[in-house]
């Protein structure tokens, strides 16, 4: 796992990080787009659906047959390729259908993505997934650039966060370690070792997959 020795609190405006330090290893554990479903034991629900740290924030009925819950880095650039496509298919068949529901949990692999977590939970649980939607969707302005906190600042204002409200935020410690815990419990516990992750009813299926994968695992769960 990378460790987050290099991440320091913001300052003056500034966000401290280092951008060799963000890029190494996000790129080696982001899951290949054609990575096939991991060859390991599935998870029972029961030991997924266990409080941890942060709660969940669901998207869906949450008495749906299917529960699915996708371990992502916000700086994984496949992570974004699956909610820039399979995702809004995924939503449209069977969370805004009742069918399934769905929640993200954070799994940084640099101090960027923390951050970036950080902020979407700063936002409050309505506004949450939102922001890790737009955060997404505008990758390449904030988490492959020279000036990480200004591309991110520039579109959380667009969420409407101030700057104040962003330090505000990236200085809360406590925060910053329950988003480590999140992520530590699912290497440890759920042998999450890249991302995107999925545990569908606790059945596993890694990487950037595409909607007929997902309809796979869950058609038959909703017979």
């Not at 329950?178 to 606790?202: A, C, E, W, Y």
Request: net charge positive; aromatic share 10%; glycine share 6%.
């Amino acid at each position: 796992m990378t460790q987050f020795s290099n991440f320091k609190f913001p300052k003056s405006g500034q966000l401290l990080l280092s951008r060799r330090a963000f890029t190494l290893g996000a790129a080696a554990l982001c899951a290949s787009a054609t990575l096939p479903a991991l060859a390991q034991s599935n998870v029972p629900l029961a030991e997924l659906m266990v409080p941890a740290a942060l709660p969940d924030n669901w998207v869906g009925n949450k008495d749906a047959k299917v529960t699915i819950i996708e371990y992502a880095s916000l700086t994984c650039s496949h992570c974004a390729a699956f909610h820039e496509t399979t995702y809004k298919e995924l939503k449209k068949k069977y969370l805004d259908t009742g069918k399934a529901r769905m929640s993200v949990r954070e799994f940084p692999f640099d101090p960027l993505a923390t951050a970036g977590f950080m902020l979407g939970r700063c936002q409050g649980p309505e506004k949450r997934e939102a922001m890790i939607e737009l955060l997404f969707a505008n990758q390449r302005v904030w988490a492959f650039t020279d000036k990480p906190f200004e591309g991110l600042l520039g579109l959380v204002r667009q969420a409407g966060m101030s700057e104040a409200d962003v330090e505000k935020c990236l200085k809360d410690k406590e925060l910053y370690e329950k988003i480590g815990q999140v992520r530590d419990l699912g290497s440890q516990k759920f042998n999450v070792r890249s991302t995107p992750t999925f545990f569908i009813n606790g059945t596993i299926l890694v990487g950037n997959q595409g909607m007929a994968e997902f309809e796979k695992i869950i058609e038959p769960m909703l017979k």
